[in-house]
C-alpha cells in the first residue's frame, strides 16, 4: 500500500515532465520590422530619377541661359555694326545721298536707345583739291551728319565732328572707285553703351 502511495506521485511527476519536454515544436522567429529589400530599391530608384530629372532641368536651363547670351551678342554685334556703317558723298558734296540717308536712318533707334553713346564723327575727303579745302570739305561732311541726326531728336551732346580731309584713306588708290570710297564720314564710338531693345 505504502509503495502504491509513492508510485502514483513519482508517475504523476513524470507525465508532468514529458508533457513540457522537447516533443512541442519551436516557437516561430519574430515577423521582421522596416523596410523590405523591395521597397529599398523602389525608394532608391526615385531618388535617382529625382536627381537625373533635377540635373536634365539644370542642364536645360543652362542651355538657354547659352543661347539667350548668344542671342543677345549677335544683336549687340549687329547694333554696333549699324552705328559703324560708313556713309559716303558724291564728288566735292556734303549733301546726304540717299543711300546715306537709308544708313543714318537706321542707326537712329539704336541712339535712342542708348543715351549714354557717344561718336566722333570723322569726315574725310578724296585726294582731288588743296590739303586746306579737302580739311573744310570733310568738317562739312561731319557736320551735315550730325546735323541729320539732330533733326530726328538726337542730342548734339552725343557727337564730336573732326575732319581728317585726305589724309587717311580708306582705300589708297587714284581711281574713280577709290575716290568714293574715301569720301565719307566714319562713326567712332568713343564711350558709353549701346543697348539693344532687348535691354529695355
Avoid at 5 to 24: D, F, K, N, Q, R
Avoid at 70 to 90: C, G, I, K, N, Y
Avoid at 122 to 137: F, P, V
Amino acid at each position: 500500500m505504502r509503495i502504491k502511495h509513492l508510485l502514483m506521485p513519482a508517475i504523476a511527476a513524470t507525465l508532468v515532465l514529458s508533457a513540457c519536454g522537447g516533443s512541442a515544436e519551436p516557437p516561430a522567429p519574430p515577423e521582421p520590422t522596416g523596410e523590405t529589400q523591395a521597397e529599398i530599391d523602389e525608394r532608391n530608384d526615385s531618388i535617382a530619377a529625382a536627381r537625373a530629372a533635377e540635373e536634365a532641368r539644370l542642364e536645360a536651363e543652362a542651355a538657354a541661359q547659352r543661347r539667350e547670351d548668344q542671342r543677345m551678342s549677335d544683336e549687340a554685334d549687329e547694333a554696333r555694326s549699324t552705328l559703324e556703317a560708313v556713309v559716303q558723298f558724291d564728288y566735292d558734296e556734303a549733301t546726304i545721298t540717299a543711300a546715306s540717308e537709308r544708313l543714318l536712318r537706321a542707326k537712329l533707334p539704336i541712339l535712342r536707345a542708348s543715351p549714354t553713346i557717344r561718336l566722333r564723327l570723322e569726315g574725310h575727303a578724296d585726294e582731288r583739291g588743296s590739303t586746306e579745302y579737302n580739311l573744310a570739305l570733310g568738317n562739312r561732311r561731319a557736320v551735315a551728319v550730325q546735323e541729320f541726326l539732330a533733326g530726328f531728336g538726337i542730342s548734339a551732346n552725343v557727337f564730336t565732328t573732326t575732319s581728317f580731309g585726305e589724309e587717311r584713306p580708306a582705300v589708297n588708290r587714284s581711281d574713280e572707285a577709290a575716290w568714293a570710297q574715301n569720301r565719307r564720314v566714319e562713326f567712332v564710338i568713343t564711350g558709353g553703351q549701346i543697348v539693344t531693345s532687348e535691354d529695355n
